[in-house]
């Protein structure tokens, strides 16, 4: 086992011992077995999508097989791969997306499933044009909208709505190089045609039909994912929350929700309320019920409940590894298929819940929204029973948390801004211009999104924490998601306090505003959140968002899902680093474009970068480039 890239993390060492101690497995232990990973799929040039192959080339020019079987040459097999990654990402963003939507589709007044913000119901569905969207009966009208957003996934015409969002001389780059997405699923499917044997071949051309399917996931189904959840469960407002594997308590029932789908979770933590299961996890010896989460199921749930963060990414099998947790609660997306065998050398049981997402191994238990909370019912009931099989002598909970403020949504951001707006100038409440105002004076040099997973090619966080760290000190207001914000929250960034971490400019932004200089903004789909939030602000001042001093980053990176995000991310304008180097480097044909040649049509381009420190430094000089274009 090699722990060295766990050094940043305080609890990882005793948790690894633990593992090894209880004969358990963790990912460590599957890397190493792994040896050297191999350097055609590295480069890219693999190829298996016919049956023809496998097809390998080289990914040195002039050496080695140039082409495969087919003929296609290492600038087509990268192009091809790299497009499916955004097409897989695409995907498990929409089809999320999709069940929030059903979901709405199935909301009534007596609930479980019901509108909690009428008037985000009632804002969207003017912005679509749904006539008398301020009158409607409120079910009638959410139920229209849900249908108008099932149309968004396969539309025969027009493009995704949410692109009105955006300033006209970004919607103009996407008309101009037909890169507006029409229908998500369209997309999806039109990418997975183009990539398929003996048809696309062109590098640019498969290049172009990627950014398009990654626009209808950041521009529609993370969008919709977004604000449509937020619609059924509540926007975010700030909120205190905790992080870190010590939330998990000894003395109550602990259960572990982790995925994605905050569907089934906010009926858990519902049915988690209930003062019956409470006493009956008081007449097993527990002390009540401990809800905790891991990833954007935990983030979706910390963001509207302040339900506490286990952990990260990586973090998954040490939850376990505690022998504190009674059910893994499993949805889709993000869940390693080792759990339901790390669970079983505890007495943890391992619960999965979606058929999209059934994970062999214990148990399966199909939720749908007709069954939501009879569903949440069972599996804390199944929790609560399991309490007494503890065994106390495998209980080891780290001693570790941080005080953490989370819920930074758009709205919340804005009711912040409020705060500091004069109401004697003409300046109008409601809107981000405080935030414009101090990044064209020079308060704050810019902005950056820091996105994304973990991934044990790196060290755990570190590059996360310290592309943060570096950041605010330089005046970089920072939002975060997914499981940077995780990090972020467990490094005690999400804190007022953190403002002693910053530049002057920032602090005072923070004091002022009151708010941390790193700012939760939610899940993985609500990176909608932050391309929203920049839109507004680039609005504010009539340009483009690719003139404004702002840049995207995933330091860990490694879903499919992070691909499409860092897609749709260039494509809205803005600049993205990646600490990971994606698997493109065996196409320098395909990596210029990524790198340098698609600044030229969107205004923006991907940076790799894989030191932070390196990488921050790249971040500054990019900032006050662009701040010096626009004469700032
Ligand atoms: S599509 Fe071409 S390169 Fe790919 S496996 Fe088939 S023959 Fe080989
Ligand atoms: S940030 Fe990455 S690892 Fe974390 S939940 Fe999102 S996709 Fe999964």
């Not at 004697?424 to 064209?440: C, E, F, W």
Request: glycine share 8%.
């Amino acid at each position: 086992m090699s722990n060295e890239i766990l050094n940043y993390d305080k609890v990882a060492e005793a948790s690894l011992a633990k593992a090894k101690r209880d004969g358990a497995e963790t990912m460590w232990d599957r890397k190493a077995a792994q040896k050297t990973q191999c350097g055609f799929g590295e480069a890219g040039v693999c190829c298996r999508i016919c049956a023809m192959g496998p097809c390998r080339v080289s990914p040195v020019p002039g050496k080695g097989a140039e082409r495969g079987i087919c003929g296609a040459n290492a600038d087509t097999i990268v192009a091809r791969n790299f497009a499916r990654m955004i097409a897989g990402g695409a995907s498990a963003h929409s089809d999320h997306a999709r069940d929030i939507v059903h979901a709405m589709h199935a909301t009534k007044a007596e609930g479980p499933f019901k509108i909690r913000d009428e008037a985000k119901l009632r804002r969207i569905s003017a912005e679509w044009g749904i006539e008398g969207a301020d009158t409607k009966e409120t079910y009638a009208l959410a139920h229209e909208l849900a249908e108008m957003a099932l149309g968004e996934f396969g539309k025969p015409f027009g493009t995704q709505r949410f692109l009105k969002r955006a300033p006209q001389a970004r919607q103009d780059v996407w008309e101009r190089e037909d890169i507006a997405p029409r229908a998500i699923d369209m997309e999806v499917t039109t990418l997975m045609h183009s990539t398929h044997m003996g048809c696309a071949s062109d590098y640019e051309s498969i290049f172009r039909r990627g950014m398009r399917t990654g626009m209808a996931d950041g521009w529609g189904g993370s969008m919709i994912g977004t604000e449509f959840s937020d619609i059924l469960y509540g926007t975010p407002t700030a909120k205190a929350s905790s992080s870190n594997l010590g939330v998990i308590d000894k003395d109550q029932v602990n259960i572990l929700i982790h995925g994605h789908d905050p569907n089934l979770a906010e009926m858990i933590v519902l049915a988690a309320e209930n003062p019956e299961f409470i006493e009956m996890a008081k007449a097993k010896g527990a002390k009540g019920i401990n809800i905790v989460g891991m990833c954007c199921t935990g983030n979706e749930m910390t963001m509207r409940h302040g339900i506490k963060i286990a952990g990260n990414f990586y973090q998954q099998e040490m939850c376990i590894i505690t022998g504190a947790i009674e059910a893994v609660v499993v949805d889709v997306q993000c869940i390693f298929p080792a759990l339901p065998a790390l669970a079983k050398k505890y007495h943890t049981r391992f619960i999965s819940t979606s058929e999209k997402a059934k994970i062999a191994g214990d148990m399966f238990i199909k939720f749908s929204e007709a069954t939501g909370l009879d569903n949440a019912n069972e599996i804390i009931k199944i929790a609560v029973e399991n309490f007494p099989n503890r065994d106390a002598s495998k209980v080891e909970i780290p001693d570790i948390k941080q005080d953490t403020l989370v819920g930074y949504s758009v709205e919340a951001i804005i009711d912040h801004l409020d705060k500091v707006v004069n109401t004697n100038t003409s300046d109008a409440m409601g809107t981000v211009k405080p935030l414009t105002d101090v990044i064209y004076a020079g308060v704050i040099r810019g902005a950056a999104g820091v996105v994304g997973c973990n991934n044990p090619k790196v060290e755990h966080d570190y590059a996360h924490v310290t592309v943060l760290k570096e950041l605010i000190k330089r005046d970089v207001i920072c939002v975060v998601t997914g499981c940077a914000a995780q990090a972020a929250a467990k490094a005690g960034l999400l804190t007022l306090e953190a403002k002693e971490m910053c530049g002057r400019g920032l602090k005072e932004v923070c004091e002022r505003v009151n708010i941390p200089p790193v700012l939760h903004m939610g899940s993985c789909v609500d990176i909608s959140r932050i391309l929203h939030l920049v839109n507004l602000c680039a609005d504010v001042k009539g340009i483009d968002p690719a003139l404004l001093p702002v840049v995207g980053i995933a330091p860990e990176w490694m879903s499919e899902k992070a691909v499409a995000i860092a897609n749709y991310v260039v494509g809205s304008g803005i600049n993205t680093y990646l600490g990971i180097i994606p698997q493109v480097l065996g196409s320098p044909n395909f990596t210029k474009l990524m790198t340098e040649d698609c600044q030229e049509f969107l205004g923006a381009h991907f940076v790799f970068e894989k030191d932070p420190l390196v990488m921050v430094d790249k971040i500054m000089v990019d900032l006050e480039d662009k701040r010096t274009a626009l004469g700032i």
